[in-house]
């Protein structure tokens, strides 16, 4: 039976690019070798590697403009200390809108002063905080796009003259943005791009060299830039599998294209939450809501094992909320078909009519 995969990450990857992984962990390229038992300095890895860099930036409309696509490993959870160790020489500024932000947080303080400009903590993390202002003393300012945990995703992002670095490892290539006025985005490859084990790092190259630290090479994103992401062995499969899906959306027609779809699947789910009785969404301020990660409870207890058990005949899965939220959570990110959303919706309404 097809399932409707709405998991929060690791999470769905289109099939034509699970099919074509598949395939080249068999007999990669016709070599009758398998992707991820040939050198990572083959042509046929290099090439790889190259494209998924490359891809990576025509995406984000960030070629020929002073930036590097790396793909390392640690997750985005390294990066939190990566991006202090490389840029962080006295103080930076962070906004802090969820689990994510707070870890990021943690890490920066063991290496200077933070300010937290401003938080929505105490309301567990249900908006987005507006008209904080950020140091310009501050050497770089930190956000998170989208908070995977609590479902919400900022709209619009501050203007400020330092360089502003992006966690954005839940809407990456998810929707059109100005990507170049961020000096570094990075994304865990697992929730929009491809599995786990590679990091997405896109960094614009003048703002480095400038902290008086010592860096150590695998913790330097200089050694890596100047290594063309191969400084070490990389995430050989992950890096080809996020090859694939950026391959997928270039010829879906790009982030433009997959937007209009990911409008059309939240519309869908969120009109739905807000319609039926039964249902209550988890974020405050409608404008804050995640396009990615919808979060929203069951107002019924009694309904629960009802709608469980429907979710179960129609074969969703991952719906379940985060532990530290509860409730129900359906992520939506771009290789889910609106055709999911739909069934999803469905279930929703039989659960009503039958209350
Ligand atoms: C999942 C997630 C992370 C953690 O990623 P890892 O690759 O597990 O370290 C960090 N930030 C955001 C926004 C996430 O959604």
Not at 19 to 26: D, F, G, N, R
Not at 32 to 57: C, Q, T, W, Y
Not at 257 to 286: C, H, S, T
Request: one cysteine or more.
């Amino acid at each position: 039976m097809k399932k409707h995969n709405f998991s929060a990450g690791p999470c769905i990857l289109p099939q034509s690019v699970l099919q074509k992984s598949a395939e080249a962990v068999l007999n990669f390229n016709n070599s009758g070798l398998s992707l991820i038992e040939i050198s990572h300095r083959s042509k046929d890895f290099v090439e790889v590697m190259d494209n998924a860099r490359n891809l990576a930036l025509e995406h984000l409309g960030l070629q020929n403009k002073g930036y590097h696509a790396l793909y390392l490993q640690g997750g985005a959870s390294l990066e939190f200390l990566m991006v202090a160790y490389n840029l962080l020489e006295k103080k930076a500024a962070y906004l802090n809108t969820g689990t994510w932000s707070d870890k990021a947080i943690k890490e920066a303080k063991l290496l200077g002063e933070v300010v937290e400009v401003a938080t929505s903590k105490s309301d567990n993390f249900n908006f987005v905080p507006k008209n904080y202002s950020i140091p310009e003393d501050a050497d770089y300012f930190h956000c998170t796009s989208n908070n995977t945990i609590f479902g919400t995703q900022i709209r619009t992002f501050p203007e400020t003259k330092i360089p502003m670095i992006c966690d954005m490892s839940s809407d990456i290539f998810s929707r059109q943005l100005d990507f170049s006025k961020f000096s570094l985005i990075y994304a865990g490859a697992q929730k929009n791009m491809g599995p786990a084990g590679t990091t997405l790092v896109v960094v614009k190259e003048d703002i480095l060299g400038k902290v008086s630290r010592a860096i150590p090479s695998m913790l330097n994103y200089k050694v890596h830039i100047d290594k063309e992401s191969m400084f070490n062995t990389p995430a050989v499969f992950s890096v080809y599998v996020s090859l694939l899906t950026l391959e997928w959306l270039k010829d879906l027609g790009g982030i433009s294209a997959i937007e209009k779809v990911n409008n059309q699947k939240a519309e869908l789910l969120y009109n739905e939450i807000d319609r039926n009785p039964l249902f209550e969404g988890f974020v405050a301020n409608i404008e804050d809501r995640s396009k990615m990660n919808a979060t929203f409870n069951l107002n019924n207890d009694e309904l629960k094992a009802t709608f469980d058990d429907h979710l179960k005949q129609a074969g969703i899965n991952g719906l379940n909320g985060h532990r530290s939220v509860g409730g129900y959570r359906a992520s939506m990110y771009n290789a889910l078909p609106l055709e999911s959303v739909q069934v999803l919706v469905d279930v929703m309404q039989a659960v009503e009519k039958g209350a």
